[in-house]
Nanobody, 125 residues
Framework: QVQLQESGPGLVKPSQTLSLTCTVS??????????WSWIRQPPGKELEWMGA???????VYSPSLKSRTSISRDTSKNQFTLQLSSVTPEDTAVYYC?????????????????WGQGTQVTVSS
């Protein structure tokens, strides 16, 4: 029974960096063969997989967000984090963390895997 919980500021100003943390319980983020992903859903739009960090610590990102996205982890806390730089109002969305066995965007677009409840992040001045 793995559980994931997103946390972080709900409001970020344009040009700043969005930082979120996913706290995992009931399972280790170093367990093979899992990927630990960040996914977002802007209002009125489809789910968008952003990137993931694997059990070994390797990372993979969506091509559209790679230049602004960084995913890292703290194994001692069983947490992984998202940093999205240079945000604009277009980055306003519900942000989810998830565990899955794939790093393919289509896998998460169909809501496969185990998901957190999501957290609303608004980019506004």
């Amino acid at each position: 029974q793995v559980q994931l919980q997103e946390s972080g500021p709900g409001l970020v100003k344009p040009s700043q960096t969005l930082s979120l943390t996913c706290t995992v319980s009931g399972g280790s983020i170093t367990t093979i063969p899992y990927y630990w992903s960040w996914i977002r859903q802007p209002p009125g739009k489809e789910l968008e997989w952003m990137g993931a960090i694997g059990w070994s610590g390797s990372t993979v990102y969506s091509p559209s967000l790679k230049s602004r996205t960084s995913i890292s982890r703290d194994t001692s806390k069983n947490q992984f984090t998202l940093q999205l730089s240079s945000v604009t109002p277009e980055d306003t969305a519900v942000y989810y963390c998830a565990r899955g066995v794939s790093s393919a965007s289509s896998y998460y677009a169909n809501r496969n895997g185990s998901w957190g409840q999501g957290t609303q992040v608004t980019v506004s001045s």
